[in-house]
């Protein structure tokens, strides 16, 4: 079992920048997967970011690449987003997952655990 708890998100005017932190409990956590995804108002949830069980691997929707870096700490138990150059589109609720695999991936139905989310809104 593993829980999620996301923190970091805020308001930022667009251009700025915003670290999110995802804290993680559960003896596995450095077996998962893990990754960010994100809703917008009206909109389906989205995949953001993966970043494979030892950080060797990351991937990234189009939108947010060169802008956002995803990692991982395993010795703290700690998945991040750092967040910049943000744009108004990037305003969400972003979510932590960890994956049923130690592999990167952008499906959300490879993931068992999700936390609440955090809310980030950026403003023009």
């Known amino acids: 079992q593993v829980q999620l708890v996301e923190t970091g998100g805020g308001l930022v005017q667009a251009g700025g920048s915003l670290r999110l932190s995802c804290a993680a409990s559960?003896?596995?956590?450095?077996?998962?997967?893990m990754g960010w995804f994100r809703q917008a108002p009206g909109r389906d949830r989205e995949f953001v970011a993966t970043?494979?069980?030892?950080?060797?691997?990351?991937d990234y929707v189009d939108s947010v690449k060169g802008r956002f870096t995803i990692s991982r700490d395993n010795a703290r138990n700690r998945v991040y987003l750092q967040m910049t150059s943000l744009q108004s589109e990037d305003t969400a609720v972003y979510y932590c997952?960890?994956?049923?695999?130690?592999?990167?991936?952008?499906?959300?139905?490879?993931?068992?655990?999700w936390g609440q989310g955090t809310r980030v809104t950026v403003s023009k």
């Open positions: 970043v494979s069980w030892n950080g060797g691997e990351v």
């Open positions: 559960g003896r596995t956590f450095s077996h998962y997967a």
């Open positions: 997952a960890a994956g049923g695999t130690p592999f990167k991936t952008h499906h959300s139905s490879q993931y068992e655990y």
